[in-house]
């Protein structure tokens, strides 16, 4: 979680947990990050982005242990090019078509050094197990999950700069702390109602009956440039749930509802136009159903991308203590999605061990 940008994306700029835009610069984790602003087309479209990208590498050489790049790729050159981009790896694939063009994919592109590595029998199974889930599976329907939630007395709320008490951003900060006890920073109220400056980020709560705040989500918003082109990007991030729903069906089901109603609000705005994701933890396959279950798809694995703790699966101990994969989540057309099957071979991974 980090401050939201609310203009249009200066080079290098911020842009809170979406990351910086070109040049890339360094991240938390030991990582560098960045969004490539230009639509790759062409091999030697290619060329200049990987001159750019090793760049920042030479020049922040024993600093980092990760690189993640984001670029727009025309889907014939993303086949040419293949997974391996000199250094560089293919990690997940999202169809963009219908925000930034006919063909067009957002693709990650990363690299770990071999002591940020996963281990082997461990990744491949959970990623097996966060794909597995979603072969096969009917969605429900959205307003069927709203309409649950609300007969088991919870509700969802916006807060905003107007509405949040100071009871509310201190019982916020509690409910991080107690559902993600290790984090890139440590979560204050102070930072809670920052994040509620920016109007077009979207702060959604569940709360029960006795005005209890028992889960959390945020939709971080900003704004990058394309070509030129402002694309409006929502990561909904920093799900959190108390102890007293976490794991059980209500949890689960409040936690689908709170992404439906980000969903939606982001829709009201903006209609198909903007770019919506998460970032799940793979060591909580749940989190990654809930996601589907809200209408999103699993896109990809980001190697133990950060620093990042909470209840997890016990097969799932990657071997990096602190360290955590995730697997990028994205609103598409289901029609448009690439097959799991084929995300799965990016990172050396058979469906059927």
């Known amino acids: 979680m980090a401050l939201a940008a609310t203009l ?38 290619v060329q200049r982005f990987l001159d750019g990208a090793h760049a920042i590498q030479r020049e922040h050489a024993g600093k980092h242990t990760r690189v993640h790049y984001r670029a727009f790729i025309e889907r014939d050159e993303r086949t040419r090019q293949g997974k391996h981009w000199d250094g560089l790896r293919v990690e997940g694939i999202r169809p963009v078509d219908n ?25 491949a199974e959970m990623l097996r197990t966060n794909f597995g889930q979603t072969i096969g599976r ?49 979560i204050t109220p102070a930072i809670l109602g920052k994040l509620l400056e920016d109007p077009e980020t979207i702060f959604l709560v569940g709360m029960h009956e006795n005005r ?46 709170l992404q ?23 060591p909580h396959p749940a989190v990654v159903l809930s996601s589907f279950n809200a209408g999103l798809t699993p896109v990809g694995a980001l190697e133990l991308h950060v620093k990042i703790g909470g209840i997890k699966d016990p097969r799932f101990d990657e071997g990096v203590p602190g360290m955590e994969t995730l697997i990028p989540v ?21 469906l059927a061990a």
């Open 260 to 282: 439906i109603k980000a969903i939606r609000m982001i829709q009201e705005r903006y209609g198909n136009s903007a770019l919506v994701y998460a970032e799940d933890r793979a």
């Open 8 to 45: 249009r994306a200066k080079p290098g700029e911020s842009q809170g947990s979406i990351g910086p835009t070109w040049p890339p610069a360094l991240a938390t984790c030991n990582r560098i990050k960045g969004i490539y602003p230009e639509i790759i087309q062409t091999g030697r479209d």
């Open 138 to 186: 009917t969605r429900p329907d959205p307003a069927s999950v709203l309409e649950y939630v609300g007969r088991q007395d919870y509700f969802l709320r916006k807060l905003d700069r107007m509405n949040a008490s100071a009871e509310d951003l201190e019982n916020l900060a509690r409910l991080y702390v107690e559902a993600l006890p290790v984090y890139m920073f440590t």
């Open 212 to 257: 209890r705040i028992v889960a959390s989500m945020i939709a971080e918003h900003s704004v990058i440039s394309v070509e030129g082109r402002p694309i409006h990007l929502y990561e909904l991030s920093d799900f959190a749930t108390s102890a007293s729903v976490f794991g059980n069906h209500q949890g689960r089901k409040l936690m689908t509802a």
């Open 99 to 123: 925000v930034v063009g006919e063909g067009i994919e957002m693709v990650d592109l990363g690299s770990n050094a071999d002591s940020r590595r996963s281990t082997r029998h461990v990744f």
């Open 330 to 350: 994205a609103l598409i057309p289901e029609k448009k999605a690439v097959p799991p099957t084929e995300i799965l071979e990016l990172h050396g991974v058979k």
